[in-house]
């Protein structure tokens, strides 16, 4: 039953989005503003749809965290699902993401629209560059820039070292960083994977204020979205019953 209505929801929000494309295509060449506000009508309904046909809800915690201007928002990524939560609840997101998703239909011309910044992983020094200049800049004009720093996604009650890369986008900012811990993989961990009815909790966290030096920053970041994921929280409890059952 689960893989059914996955499909169907797969479809509807797929379907959904070719609409909102041609419907909304005149509209979003009227700028990024525009864009992300059609982008936005879509996030609400997919998570709506999500919550009605395959019985997957989410909570949000620290709710108060959320920046009301200019930021680095650092998350731990395992679906699709916190691409779609933070184009919902934030106010001016802007990802940065893999440039190889430009090319998926649809999604890449919204992407692009929207005014994300996509980035060529063999871009090398000069790439790197061009994006702690970009990112740079969208903060200081408003932006809430967006970064995934375990580089693809990880499976719940996993871990990874996070790139280097988002301490060198942290120190360019010069912003607060609000660091972000999910447990979405848990519910629904691909596109056209199946997805478990019950509850997503999302935390965000209190920001991380700048200054601090990259090593630090590297240690902090990575510490405090690792010590609130509730998938990590949950995998310890249960080492913890296990190892206390044994003795």
């Known amino acids: 039953m689960n893989r059914i209505r ?45 919550r009605v046909i395959a019985g997957v809800t989410f909570r ?18 395992q679906s699709l699902w916190e691409t779609i939560a933070i184009n919902a609840l934030f106010s001016h997101p802007i990802v940065i993401l893999k440039k190889e998703l430009l090319k998926i239909p649809v999604y890449g011309w919204w992407a692009v629209r929207a005014g994300n910044i996509a980035i060529d992983r063999n871009g090398g020094a000069k790439e ?4 702690r200049q970009e990112t740079a800049a969208r903060i200081a004009n408003g932006a809430q820039v967006v970064v995934f720093p375990e580089g693809t996604r990880v499976k719940p009650g ?19 960083c609000v660091p972000v811990a999910h447990d979405s993989g848990r519910f629904w961990a691909k596109l056209a994977g199946a997805l478990n009815p019950g509850v997503i909790t999302m935390r965000i966290l209190k920001p991380i204020p700048p200054g601090l030096d990259r090593r630090e920053f590297q240690r902090t970041i990575e510490a405090r979205i690792n010590a609130a994921r509730p998938d990590l929280e949950e995998a310890a409890q249960t080492d913890k019953m296990e190892y206390s059952d044994v003795g």
């Open 6 to 50: 996955s499909i169907v929801f797969t479809i509807v929000i797929a379907l959904v989005a070719v609409l909102f494309t041609i419907v909304f295509l005149p509209a979003a060449f009227a700028g990024e503003k525009t864009t992300k506000r059609i982008i936005r009508w879509w996030t609400h309904f997919a998570l709506g749809a999500m």
């Open 60 to 77: 949000i915690e620290g709710r108060e965290n959320i920046p009301a201007g200019g930021a680095l928002i650092v998350s731990n990524h």
């Open 128 to 131: 790197l560059r061009r994006l």
């Open 158 to 176: 996993e871990t990874t070292p996070y790139q280097p890369g988002v301490a060198g986008i942290y120190l360019a900012a010069n912003a607060p």
